[in-house]
């Protein structure tokens, strides 16, 4: 069981979305305690950093995973056209 961290500025970022969107962000997010690599993540680049992303409707949560210490840590929550930028 990994246990989930958050950066500072994920409560702004949770703020802004819809609270209906927000729930079901947060119960996948807290699935990933279980499982941090689900099927649907995605590994992002550069390969040296153990960066993933899972979408969740319109919205994407890009976290790490530090094996060595057994934390997930949740980096950032945007909109989809927003995250990358």
């Given at each position: 069981?990994?246990p989930?961290?958050y ?10 979305i ?5 729930a079901v ?6 699935l ?7 099927v649907?993540?995605?590994k ?6 153990e960066?993933?992303?899972i979408?969740i ?5 890009v ?5 060595k210490c057994l934390?997930v840590?949740i980096?950032?929550?945007?909109h989809?056209k927003?995250?990358?930028?």
């Amino acid at each position: 069981m990994y246990p989930i961290k958050y950066t500072f500025d994920i409560v702004k970022e949770l703020k802004q979305i819809p609270k209906q969107q927000q729930a079901v962000i947060l119960k996948k997010v807290t699935l990933l305690a279980e499982n941090p690599r689900p099927v649907q993540a995605i590994k992002l680049q550069p390969k040296s950093e153990e960066l993933y992303r899972i979408r969740i409707g319109n919205y994407r949560v890009v976290y790490q995973i530090l094996d060595k210490c057994l934390i997930v840590t949740i980096i950032q929550i945007d909109h989809r056209k927003q995250i990358y930028k």
